[in-house]
């Protein structure tokens, strides 16, 4: 996959938004800008809770419901009611309560998905153990499972570790319905063999056949 690098290596992310305080009748805009050079996942995720719970302290209205995409059963969550889609995409063998720390704050202000990969969470059972899963294939889900549940673009993608390969591919094979891309220490398709870590992995886990779909080719059908 060596001509997929959508970022560079140090990107500026900005997030603005509108809320209202509390006890005030006036609105305030903040914009929250940072720099994110090999960004540490969880110091983000910290400071991102951190600057939103001081925003605002009331919980985000939320949906939850699983949707048979492509005959897999897929589990996703919605929080909040208006603002910007963001949607967030967890690392290898890792499911949507990764971002669970982060998800209600940024939920007062945009409306926040969530969702589990085949076989992992809440999406049960895995139909297919037999074959790798390819990146390719998780963004062509995760498109028809947005469109079933009526989320509608544009979407702001968070990939987190593999999940950053996960929406790369998904902003190259939807660019239309993507506004932005924030990548968290993202996977890369041609790291060295000896930084994967498919052989710690117990063969026919959604974990192993996420790995060992890296090496998989062509990441985009």
Excluded: C
Excluded at 36 to 64: D, G, T
Excluded at 70 to 96: C, K, M, R, Y
Excluded at 151 to 176: C, D, N, T, W
Excluded at 197 to 205: D, K, Q
């Amino acid at each position: 996959m060596a001509d997929l690098e959508l970022l560079p290596k140090s990107s500026i992310v900005r997030v603005s938004t509108w809320f209202s305080r509390t006890k005030a009748s006036s609105r305030e805009h903040i914009l929250l800008e940072m720099t994110l050079n090999r960004p540490r996942f969880a110091l983000i995720a910290w400071s991102l809770a951190a600057v939103f719970v001081l925003v605002s302290s009331e919980v985000a209205a939320s949906r939850e419901s699983v949707l048979a995409v492509n005959g897999q059963n897929l589990h996703f969550e919605t929080l909040g009611a208006s603002g910007p889609t963001i949607v967030f995409e967890a690392g290898l063998g890792n499911d949507s309560t990764t971002w669970k720390l982060v998800a209600g704050p940024i939920a007062q202000f945009a409306r926040v998905v969530l969702y589990d990969r085949a076989g992992l969470g809440e999406s049960l059972p895995m139909n297919n153990k037999g074959s790798a899963i390819t990146a390719d294939e998780v963004a062509t889900n995760l498109h028809a499972l947005l469109s079933a549940a009526d989320i509608r673009p544009p979407y702001l993608l968070v990939g987190h570790s593999l999940g950053g390969l996960y929406v790369q591919v998904f902003a190259r094979k939807y660019p239309e319905d993507v506004s932005g891309v924030v990548l968290l220490e993202s996977s890369n398709a041609d790291a060295p063999s000896e930084l994967k870590t498919r052989a710690r992995l117990e063969p026919g886990t959604p974990a192993y056949l996420e790995e060992e779909g890296i090496s998989a080719r062509p990441l985009l059908g």
